[in-house]
């Protein structure tokens, strides 16, 4: 016991469990604010992924002869263990005049970003897919 009435130096219980207190009800505060920056980051992620995959897409297909096309349609998914769990659809018709429709379709794993597509319409040519002028 310290002489002449005099207190020791440092924290007591009761400062240390009310800064405890004080600083729980900050970060209950604060809880909301991270939860929505997380989800918002976790959409503006999958947009740029889903976007990525669709323009990738959409260059492949642009740079295949029309008349292989048709082989590359159909529906496929990437499971979630992959980078980016996604379904990619392909739709190939042709509509006349030589010109081949194509849709690309790609749905995120995630319920948190939109569904988006791309679609293309490819004029049959002979040769050269870009259409530069080229030859065969």
Do not use: W
Request: charged share 10%; glycine share 14%; net charge neutral.
């Amino acid at each position: 016991m310290p002489r002449g009435g005099e207190a020791e130096g440092g924290f007591s219980l009761v400062e240390c469990l009310i800064a405890m207190v004080l600083v729980s009800v900050l970060l209950m505060a604060l809880a909301p604010v991270m939860f929505t920056a997380a989800s918002r980051q976790v959409v503006e992620t999958g947009t740029v992924e889903r976007d990525a995959i669709l323009l990738g897409e959409a260059n492949r297909l642009s740079s295949l002869p029309v008349n292989a096309l048709a082989a590359q349609a159909g529906c496929k998914t990437l499971p979630p263990q992959a980078r980016y769990s996604h379904g990619l659809c392909i739709g190939v018709q042709p509509m006349g005049g030589g010109q081949t429709r194509i849709a690309v379709v790609v749905t995120p794993g995630t319920p948190l970003v939109a569904a988006d597509s791309v679609v293309l319409v490819r004029t049959g040519s002979k040769g050269n897919p870009f259409n530069t002028g080229g030859g065969p």
